[in-house]
């Protein structure tokens, strides 16, 4: 069965400390049309009951959330938003925790931001346990990761299709992350410990870099000189040569990392603690822990706002994103977004 288009709608589902569940299904699309989203919007996605929170930034409130309506309890994890800051894109991963035996996603759902519809589905054609998924600032192609497949799959958004996969050489790439100028895929590969380096444009696999006994998560820093991705046997943050493609060294943790995002200023890197209940602040100059900043509990992800100041971190076990003050080094404020936040991303400006 080959991948095909359909419309319908989608549900998300809660999740576990060490590993995040998702999936599938299809419904009836709306037809009353909703107000339009604000300008600036952050997306959060809720995995217990299976939803999407549209959140001003601003008000820091809800103002809408969109029901996948799957029956089954699949849902998916992340999301990503169109270079136009008009769709948001979820993956449906399984049912089941990562490298668990259970339902295969094999969809991926768009929703439409301003009338808040869920506009379209793409089929993968197969169960793929599709995850992350990265839009390309410059050409504006969609990755996802394909972990039944160990791939990156390759979307043409705007024409919704797939153009075709990037082999990982390696199981369980769960995460991804791209150079700023399109032409380079990273991929966390969890259970194998190691990343997978990917020229995008010759759809290859350039390196397989052993890194640990395990990893989670994967981050660029804003040179595109390195990669960061925790240890999740030991405290520790192993920093990458992304030209060398191997461990240039480690930096410690006082806790186990998870989702990292590095700052405009070049200089700081964020990382969630999910155990201790903190970010930890990185001086990359230093390469050292500078700070802990206490947020809500069992950070996953941290997503920066465009303009550099602001950080959003969701903390799946209080249901909350604790958003960041990053002039001041401190938690400024608390968004209630529903059961289970896990996945952020932004649009608009």
Known sequence: ?????????????????????????????????????????LLVVNQKD??????????KQVVAKIDQGTSNRVHAHEVAVSRDGRSAFLPIYSDVALGKPGIDGHQMLAVDLPSRLIAWTLDFGSGVRPHLPVVDPVSGLLYVTTERKNAVTVIDPARR???????????QSHMLALSHDGRFGYTANVAPGSVSVLDLKRRKTLAVIPVAGG???????????WLFTADTQQNRLAVIDARKHLVDHWITLPGMGY?????????????????ADQVAVIDLVQGKVVRTIAVGTLPQEILIRPDGRTAY???????????????????????????APDGLAWAGR
């Open 215 to 225: 990893v989670q998560r994967i981050a660029v820093s804003t040179d595109d000189r």
């Open 1 to 41: 069965m080959g991948p095909h288009i359909t419309s319908g709608d989608f549900g998300l589902r809660t999740f576990l400390m060490t590993a995040i569940l998702a999936a599938s299904g299809t419904g009836a699309v709306p037809q009353r049309q909703a107000a339009p989203a604000p300008r600036a919007t």
């Open 161 to 171: 299709r797939i153009l075709g996969t990037i082999p990982t050489g390696a199981e």
């Open 50 to 59: 299976a939803t999407l929170s549209i959140v001003d930034p601003e008000t």
């Open 313 to 339: 971190v969701s903390c799946g076990r209080n249901d909350t994103v604790t958003v960041l003050d990053l002039d001041r080094w401190e938690a400024s404020a608390t968004i209630a977004t529903g059961p």
């Open 259 to 275: 989702g990292a995002a590095a700052m405009r200023d070049g200089r700081h890197l964020l990382v969630a603690l999910p155990l």
